[in-house]
């Protein structure tokens, strides 16, 4: 059964920083190509970034609006994919859902794990 | 950038109708457009991928139709499961979503 587990989320301060794990099972992570998603409170869904697998090259792609301050990685040894987030701002509060790319969209999602930026 | 727009952002319909959702593409996506389905407090879910190929599970009410920069979502006949939000997904070029479409009992 496939399973995505993020942790890591909670109440940080603008400015601060915070790294999101998503622990993968049931398929072979380092084959997978992997993106983050968030959710503001209320709102819509809107693509955080994506990694690809070692054998693609592993290169990263990130969204406009998170460019400079969200760095994706993984480590395969660990089934695990991370977000790092530095200069947390108030507009960052959301649900953040791992996702694995499979031929284009997102075919499994982790259950989300909340971020609130906030003083 | 490509981006999405999705219309309307919220549709009131009863059950057993026909319902239909629309997503316009900045430019050509070919067919490399996917709908999820999202529930209050759950991960969206996939229901259709390239336009029009429903995943495994995904009841036949739901069909998907379009190309290049207009695309479809259709519920055939409206159950009570299906109140939700959904949105479109271009994935031509990295990802980007439709503002989504809220379902909601007329």
């Known amino acids: 059964e496939v399973q995505l587990v993020e942790s890591g989320g909670g109440l940080v301060k603008p400015g601060g920083s915070l790294r999101l794990s998503c622990a993968a099972s049931?398929?072979?992570?380092?084959?997978?190509?992997m993106s983050w998603v968030r959710q503001a409170p209320g709102k819509g869904l809107e693509w955080v970034g994506r990694?690809?697998?070692?054998?693609?090259?592993?290169?990263?792609d990130y969204g406009a609006p998170v460019k400079g301050r969200f760095t994706i990685s993984r480590d395969d040894s660990k089934n695990t994919l991370y977000l790092q987030i530095n200069s947390l701002k108030t507009e960052d509060t959301a649900v953040y859902y791992c996702?694995?790319?499979?031929?284009?969209?997102?075919?499994?999602w982790g259950q989300g794990t909340l971020v609130t930026v906030s003083s | 950038d490509i981006q999405m727009t999705q219309s309307p952002s919220t549709l009131s319909a009863s059950l057993g109708d026909r319902v239909t959702i629309t997503c316009r593409a900045s430019?050509?996506?070919?067919?490399?457009l996917a709908w999820y389905q999202q529930k209050l407090g759950k991960a969206p879910k996939l229901l259709i991928r390239?336009?029009?190929s429903l995943e495994t599970g995904v009841p036949s009410r739901f069909s998907g139709s379009g190309s290049e920069t207009e695309f479809t979502l259709t519920i055939s006949s409206l159950q009570s499961d299906d109140f939700a939000t959904y949105y479109c997904?271009?994935?031509?070029?990295?990802?980007?979503f439709g503002q989504g479409t809220k379902v909601e009992i007329k």
């Open positions: 996702t694995r790319e499979f031929y284009g969209p997102g075919n499994y």
């Open positions: 049931g398929f072979s992570f380092s084959g997978a190509w």
């Open positions: 990694i690809k697998s070692k054998s693609d090259g592993e290169t990263v």
């Open positions: 430019q050509s996506i070919s067919n490399s």
């Open positions: 390239e336009t029009s």
């Open positions: 997904q271009q994935y031509k070029s990295c990802w980007t």
